[in-house]
């Protein structure tokens, strides 16, 4: 049930509970203010990792833990994320500063961290209701959310202290030779279309030009913008994936989020942006605001936005198999090959193959 003070925040689902008999003398030991009641309440959004509000008094942090149940090799890094955190925040103020990691699962049961809250809210796949919503309120925050990419991606990582975050080096590689093979290991029969895709993108994969630090999940819905202006950025949260890279990574995958109005209805429907609705840009002129901006060369980004499009059915097909393996019974599954399918369809289109 949703709070009455913040209807982003309820109390913490059944079975999400947090031991708050040993959370709560732990953070009083090591955070910055912990004077008053303790009070804990979860973040309604998101669909991995679980995110509370902790309060002392006045003052908020957010805690952030891994999903329940088993995780995948490197996945939802909460060390990760505090690294990353702990010091970006000095050359990139839109990255809130995280001022604790915990690795002692006695506590509340699975490692966590906590930073500080930014206010603001969320837009998802449409934007909110509000009366200065229009074509003019979403073209600037069209152009703000690439501005502030090609701003992360402006970083000196040796001044931010993030100089040795990931293995650059061959990182392009290594990606395509990853994704092709989960697809390998969850597809449930031939696909010619995948395996003309991976073959082109194996055929054409471009040298690395820009190494940058790469958010890898950069997409609207992860950003916290003022409730005022929509247009105005607060936060860009969900760091535990965040390495060191080719900076265009981050923009094919902000393009594949990136769906027009004429794009096929599938495309739209799986898209986490709204930005089919009048008034944002086209891809065409989000790929040259970029450009300007960032000063790097972007003539092979049709590579990279296929590449996202191939990952993302790779994805989907990863989470079809575990339904037709019996290892989720959520109806809502049981045709997500056939959607995988499109966005491998989609991907061709991109390489035009």
Same mark, same amino acid.
């Given at each position: 049930?949703?709070?009455?003070?913040?209807?982003?925040?309820?109390?913490?689902?059944?079975?999400?509970?947090?031991?708050?008999?040993?959370?709560?003398?732990?953070?009083?030991?090591?955070?910055?203010?912990?004077?008053?009641e303790f009070t804990v309440r979860q973040f309604q959004g998101g669909h991995a990792n679980l995110t509370y509000r902790v309060r002392f008094g006045d003052s908020e942090y957010v805690l952030r833990r891994p999903p329940l149940g088993p995780l995948a090799p490197g996945s939802h890094d909460m060390q990760r994320e505090f690294r990353v955190l702990s010091k970006l925040y000095r050359q990139f103020p839109l990255a809130p500063r995280s001022h604790l990691y915990c690795a002692d699962e006695s506590i509340i049961g699975a490692p966590f961290q906590i930073m500080d809250r930014r206010h603001g809210i969320v837009i998802r796949n449409r934007m909110p209701a509000m009366e200065a919503d229009g074509p003019e309120l979403r073209h600037r925050i069209g152009e703000m959310l690439v501005d502030v990419l090609a701003s992360l991606h402006g970083v000196d990582r040796g001044a931010a202290g993030l100089?040795?975050?990931?293995?650059?080096?061959?990182?392009?590689? +290594?990606?395509? &030779? /990853?994704?092709?093979?989960?697809?390998?290991? $969850?597809?449930?029969?031939?696909? %010619?279309?995948?395996?003309?895709?991976?073959?082109?993108?194996?055929?054409?994969?471009?040298?690395?030009?820009?190494?940058?630090?790469?958010?890898?999940?950069?997409?609207?819905?992860?950003?916290?913008?003022?409730?005022?202006?929509?247009?105005?950025?607060v936060a860009i949260l969900d760091w535990d994936m965040c390495t060191s890279g080719d900076a265009l990574m981050d923009l094919g995958y902000l393009l594949n989020q990136w769906v027009e109005p004429d794009d096929d209805p599938a495309w739209i429907e799986w898209a986490a942006m709204p930005t089919w609705q009048p008034g944002f840009a086209r891809r065409e002129e989000v790929i040259e605001r970029y450009c300007k901006r960032s000063g790097f060369d972007v003539d092979d980004?049709?590579?990279?936005?296929?590449?996202?499009?191939?990952?993302?059915?790779?994805?989907?097909?990863?989470?079809?198999? +575990?339904?037709? &393996? /019996?290892?989720?019974?959520?109806?809502?599954? $049981?045709?997500?090959?056939?959607? %995988?399918?499109?966005?491998?369809?989609?991907?061709?289109?991109i390489a035009e193959i």
């Open positions: 049930m949703p709070c009455n003070d913040d209807p982003e925040l309820m109390e913490p689902r059944r079975g999400e509970e947090l031991v708050l008999e040993r959370l709560e003398p732990y953070l009083r030991e090591r955070l910055p203010a912990t004077v008053g100089g040795r975050l990931g293995h650059p080096a061959g990182f392009v590689e +290594r990606q395509l &030779r /990853g994704w092709s093979g989960r697809w390998q290991a $969850a597809a449930h029969e031939n696909n %010619a279309e995948m395996a003309k895709l991976i073959a082109w993108l194996e055929r054409r994969q471009p040298a690395t030009q820009h190494v940058s630090l790469l958010h890898n999940d950069y997409k609207l819905d992860n950003m916290l913008v003022d409730a005022r202006d929509p247009a105005i950025p980004i049709q590579w990279y936005y296929a590449f996202s499009v191939m990952k993302f059915a790779v994805i989907i097909q990863q989470i079809y198999i +575990r339904y037709r &393996r /019996g290892q989720t019974v959520d109806n809502r599954f $049981a045709h997500y090959d056939q959607r %995988a399918a499109s966005f491998v369809s989609k991907g061709c289109r």
